[in-house]
């Protein structure tokens, strides 16, 4: 950690981002560290008028390029020696802002991004390595035939399961083709089990794989989209899986990290993973070209176990959380000694807007004060568009008891949201 914060004194990292939450995986104390994002009641809970923060008011929430191009943003930022600008996904109308005011952006290429995740370059950018994926093959939807068996479909454009449709019927089919009948789209044959994930980072000499966490996904009341990511587990994951399995999980991470690595990434991505159930096989299903929105909670997880292990008198010099780790890479700093805390415990879970199930202020009020008594960590948000979060609940404590079905500590919050 040493070597990062003197890093950071020489060239301090504004990150710019819509939502604070992403930003906090380092301290706001740490010298050289600054956040610009919006000002909501929970950013405000949490800046307490750090200096190292700016919170931007305005009538609506500001998407990451409007922070950049805020007179405040850019007032901000000259008053800083060599900054570096960091951003939770990076774009190409974000690299025009950075370049037009001479900024460096410490994110990897947006190109580069879109083409890792956008599911239809995506299979030539994989090349042989779409050896890893169920059996897949792109057609023009028009072309594509329903022949009793289902299949999942996937437009270019999908992420944390939206843009993601399970095919099990002939007239939903036959409804998309009329809307969009010359969309290239996936078909992937439709494989049942549960869904992996990882957080991890590319360095210069290495490929850091995370710590594997079972995907809560498609889960009411939570999400109304039946493969929306919902929330993550990392007390489930390690049950569910054998050391060989863990193995061959590594290897589909290393060899995508490498990879990645070739064509100029460095800093965090993630892989989701699919272990069929009836095989045990595992199946590469997704992998996001950026920062995981769940990094900020799993250092927090890993902090958490460093100070247990601190105060307990061990010394702990070569671990680092995978945030920590995220900065460094884009840094250029050397990693080759250091290695990610491990964890194996804790789940954080988001509610999100949906139609037919609304609540008000005074009810998601309520609902926070439950949830604090049973000793959960809730981050409210002011969220309205559809899909959008609400409210992130994390626990230090795993939720999941087995796939789609909650323990019970994760019975203690659906209790707080008053679900039986």
Partial sequence: MTLLTDKLRDQPIIYVTHDIERALGLSLNTSGYHIITNSTPFGKTVAKNNPNVLLIESNELLDTHELLTSPETIEFIK?????RILVFKNTKVIEKICAEHKWKLLNP?????????????????LGDLARFLPEHEILVLKDVIFAETPFILQFNKSHTGHGTILIDREKKLTDLKIRFPDRPVRVTKYLEGIILTTNNVVTKDDILVGNINYQITGLAPFTDEPFATVGNDFSLANQSLSEKQKK???EIVSTIGKKLR???WKGLFGIDVLLEKTSGKLFLIEINARQPAGTTFEAKLQEAKINIQTESGQKIEKAITTFQAHLMSLLDLDLSDKKLIEINNGAQIILRNQNGLLWNKNELESISEKLITEKFNVIPYTNIAQGSDLLRIQSERGIMKNDGEFNDVGEKLLSALGVR
């Fill in 262 to 264: 070739a064509n100029g």
């Fill in 79 to 83: 008053k800083l020696k060599n900054p």
């Fill in 109 to 125: 290429s947006a190109e580069l991004a879109q083409k890792v995740e956008d599911k239809i370059s995506q299979i030539e950018w």
């Fill in 248 to 250: 061959q999980y590594a």
